[in-house]
């Protein structure tokens, strides 16, 4: 009976993920576009907690950490006051946070905003509520970042908190 009630859930899981349709993520046949260090970074557009539409690509110019996370994830916690102290230090000198909050694993949505407010947070947050950013950049462990120079290339990533010496460590690498 057990294993009928589990293949049952993957049956219903599989149809679910099927029916999913990329909400924001930029399909393209670029080969150059990919995941790893020294490969262009994939464009996506998703609307921020505001509702405010953004797009990766508007971004070109300025030195982008993009970053994944959840309001129920400790090591997210953890770095969250570091990284709106290095936005505060750094916006000025062309370097933007985009913290693209998993909607699709909060419990409800109020819980993002009550979160930004608790840790005063400035940098944009914009929403993956059908986990497609998440998938495409392979964000499985959380929290995940990118660093992305000012031509859209991935420079480097890192799977876990970070802290302001890293993150600084990391933007400064960008301009060798």
């Known amino acids: 009976m057990l294993i009928f009630a589990g293949l049952i859930g993957l049956a219903f899981y599989s149809a679910q993920e099927k029916k999913e349709e990329p909400e924001t993520a930029e399909n393209t046949t670029n080969e150059d576009t990919g995941l790893k260090p020294g ?54 000198n062309n370097v933007e946070i985009l913290a693209v909050n998993l909607a699709y694993a909060e419990t409800k949505k109020e819980k993002i905003g009550e979160f930004v407010e608790k840790y005063s947070l400035s940098f944009p947050i914009p929403l ?49």
């Open 39 to 92: 490969s262009k970074a994939p464009n996506f557009s998703l609307k921020t907690l505001d509702g405010t539409p953004i797009e990766l690509n508007e971004y070109r110019g300025k030195k982008v950490i993009l970053n994944f996370w959840a309001t129920w994830c400790p090591p997210c916690r953890e770095e969250m006051p570091e990284m709106q102290k290095f936005y505060e230090d750094y916006k000025e």
């Open 128 to 176: 993956d509520e059908k986990n497609t950013i998440g998938k495409e950049y392979r964000a499985v462990s959380i929290p995940t970042s990118y660093f992305i120079d000012e031509n859209g290339i991935i420079t480097n990533f890192h799977i876990g908190p970070m802290d302001y010496e890293f993150m600084k460590e990391e933007i400064n690498k960008k301009n060798k």
